[in-house]
């Protein structure tokens, strides 16, 4: 699965990295090394003008935890951060955004945990480790989005009428992430970005063509404090390598709430 993640470019940088040609400087997010399910999250998507039929790259702010549009309450976001890429194309909640709702979602690399077997009086506990690209690159994490309207709101333009949330794919663990966590999310590579975003591009074996394990499987993997389990932690500590033997016996697990 994927977690928690670290995005911490300015989106200035964001617009130039991935040629994006709409943003609004009103939607704003700071740095965040510790996003959570919920948060707002930066992505990149294309949308198709009505008016024009016009194509244009934005830069936008999604909320993590997909809503599907025939959900009865935006609560149930909260369970789907992750979809299967083995399921993806099938699955009901999923399967209509992965064919024309497709998104990329900067990252600068991802928390997993891994289990610590108890030792002694040391109960077992969750070790969180920073899973990054060895040469520091961002990451595109493979992301689907969707709409979803509210039914007891009567304004189409009020707040909160239209939610506009994502989830991000995930697939079986290799290399570095395997032997932290089973699961680790998909990536996209730089001269795929044009075809995974393009909402023509409709053809289930082509887009499954285009996912591909982060970084080509070059990570770099450290152990990082347990702070990062509480979303009221945020800041760079968070990425500081530690002795993944200094962490207290029982440390908590992450949590959504703190």
């Given at each position: 699965m994927?977690?928690r993640?670290?995005?911490?470019?300015?989106?200035q940088d964001?617009?130039?990295?991935?040629?994006?040609?709409?943003w609004d400087?009103d939607?704003?997010l700071?740095?965040?090394?510790?996003v959570?399910?919920?948060?707002?999250?930066w992505?990149?998507?294309e949308r198709?003008a009505?008016d024009t039929g016009e194509v244009?790259?934005?830069?936008?702010?999604?909320?993590?935890?997909?809503?599907?549009?025939?959900?009865?309450?935006?609560?149930?976001g909260?369970?789907?951060i992750?979809a299967?890429?083995?399921?993806?194309?099938?699955?009901?909640?999923?399967r209509r955004a992965f064919?024309?709702?497709?998104?990329l979602?900067?990252?600068d690399g991802f928390y997993?945990?891994q289990t610590?077997?108890?030792?002694?009086s040391?109960k077992?506990?969750?070790?969180?480790?920073?899973?990054?690209?060895?040469?520091?690159?961002?990451m595109a994490l493979?992301?689907?989005y969707e709409?979803w309207?509210a039914?007891d709101?009567?304004?189409?333009d009020?707040?909160g009428a239209?939610?506009?949330?994502?989830?991000i794919?995930?697939?079986?663990a290799?290399?570095?992430?395997g032997?932290?966590?089973?699961?680790?999310?998909?990536?996209?590579?730089?001269?795929?970005w044009?075809?995974w975003?393009?909402?023509?591009?409709?053809d289930?074996g082509?887009?499954?063509?285009?996912?591909?394990?982060?970084?080509?499987g070059?990570?770099?993997t450290?152990?990082v404090?347990t702070?990062?389990?509480?979303v009221r932690?945020?800041g760079?500590?968070?990425l500081?390598?530690i002795?993944?033997t200094?962490?207290?016996p029982?440390s908590?697990?992450?949590?959504s709430?703190?």
């Amino acid at each position: 699965m994927c977690g928690r993640y670290a995005s911490t470019r300015r989106p200035q940088d964001l617009v130039d990295l991935f040629d994006v040609t709409h943003w609004d400087p009103d939607q704003a997010l700071g740095p965040s090394w510790n996003v959570a399910p919920t948060d707002a999250v930066w992505s990149v998507l294309e949308r198709v003008a009505r008016d024009t039929g016009e194509v244009t790259r934005q830069l936008r702010t999604l909320r993590w935890g997909l809503v599907p549009s025939w959900a009865k309450s935006p609560e149930i976001g909260a369970k789907m951060i992750n979809a299967r890429v083995e399921t993806v194309a099938e699955k009901p909640a999923y399967r209509r955004a992965f064919a024309k709702r497709r998104c990329l979602l900067p990252a600068d690399g991802f928390y997993e945990w891994q289990t610590v077997p108890a030792t002694g009086s040391a109960k077992a506990r969750k070790q969180p480790y920073f899973i990054s690209p060895e040469d520091g690159r961002a990451m595109a994490l493979a992301g689907l989005y969707e709409f979803w309207r509210a039914p007891d709101i009567a304004d189409d333009d009020a707040p909160g009428a239209w939610w506009t949330t994502c989830t991000i794919i995930t697939t079986k663990a290799t290399d570095a992430a395997g032997r932290v966590h089973p699961r680790m999310p998909l990536a996209i590579a730089p001269d795929d970005w044009s075809a995974w975003l393009d909402p023509a591009h409709q053809d289930p074996g082509e887009l499954r063509a285009l996912l591909t394990a982060p970084a080509a499987g070059h990570l770099d993997t450290r152990a990082v404090s347990t702070a990062v389990n509480s979303v009221r932690n945020n800041g760079p500590h968070l990425l500081d390598e530690i002795d993944g033997t200094d962490e207290a016996p029982g440390s908590a697990e992450p949590s959504s709430d703190g």
